[in-house]
């Protein structure tokens, strides 16, 4: 398909191991956004991408969570020593957009499940 | 900073009935207004748009009208079906930064 590929799907981990969740965006789009979603809450962002370059990660909660986009498409989210708290729906969206041109929609992934126990 | 609110959720309605979700926002700027809809074990979708003040996002039966004086963006169906049984979120976008701030989401149930 040539829709937002997440993988895996879901992930179980226990505490203090570290993960790493994989997006795939569409093909062609220039930006790329991680974002987090706890049980019965909205999204909220993490961090985005323009092309390879990391241009915004004020979402990141901690320094445990890192993220890149080294060729400007494939992106990874680590996170190192799990905490519990970190347990969520992890969202990759991508978009033709740049920043600054808001008329493009995001589309997003089916998200990874994070559980750590 | 940028907020979303929605009201308080869930909502059950018999189909073919109206259906009103309301959605008011905070913004610096000029934002774009979405509202994306997760239906059971999918991801989110972006049902509807709108770009500038008074501009009215429409896709699949479902209306939101932006009003910049009241600060709104509410979802309104006249006749909902239990295939729209899904979860809704109202979010916001602001060019200069291009990260989409959402809503909680509402759960809506439609029964037969």
């Known amino acids: 398909g040539a829709g937002v590929s997440q993988s895996p799907r879901y992930k179980v981990a226990k505490r203090g191991q570290d993960v790493a969740l994989r997006c795939d965006p569409i093909?062609?789009?220039?930006?790329l956004f991680w974002y987090q979603q706890a049980l019965g809450q909205g999204p909220e962002f993490l961090t985005y991408?323009?092309?390879?370059?990391?241009?915004?990660k004020s979402g990141l909660p901690s320094d445990r969570f890192f993220a890149e986009r080294p060729e400007g498409s494939v992106s990874t989210l680590k996170i190192q020593r799990t905490q519990q708290e970190d347990s969520a729906v992890y969202l990759c969206?991508?978009?033709?957009?740049?920043?600054?041109?808001?008329?493009?929609?995001?589309?997003f992934g089916d998200g990874t499940r994070l559980s750590i126990l | 900073g940028d907020s979303v609110t929605q009201m308080e959720g869930p909502v059950t309605l018999s189909e073919e009935a109206f259906l009103t979700i309301n959605c008011t926002y905070t913004?610096?700027?000029?934002?774009?207004l979405f509202w994306y809809v997760q239906y059971p074990g999918e991801g989110l979708q972006l049902l509807l748009k709108?770009?500038?003040?008074?501009d009215k996002g429409s896709n699949k039966g479902f209306e939101a009208t932006y009003r910049k004086e009241t600060t709104s963006f509410h979802l309104e169906k006249g006749s909902v079906q239990v295939s729209d049984s899904a979860v809704y979120f109202c979010?916001?976008?602001?060019?200069?930064?291009?990260?989409?701030?959402f809503g909680k989401g509402i759960t809506l149930s439609v029964r037969p």
């Open positions: 913004a610096t700027g000029y934002p774009s």
């Open positions: 093909s062609g789009h220039v930006s």
């Open positions: 979010a916001l976008l602001t060019g200069a930064n291009s990260k989409l701030t």
């Open positions: 709108a770009t500038k003040a008074d």
């Open positions: 991408f323009q092309n390879e370059a990391q241009l915004d």
């Open positions: 969206a991508s978009s033709l957009a740049r920043a600054g041109v808001s008329n493009q929609p995001q589309h």
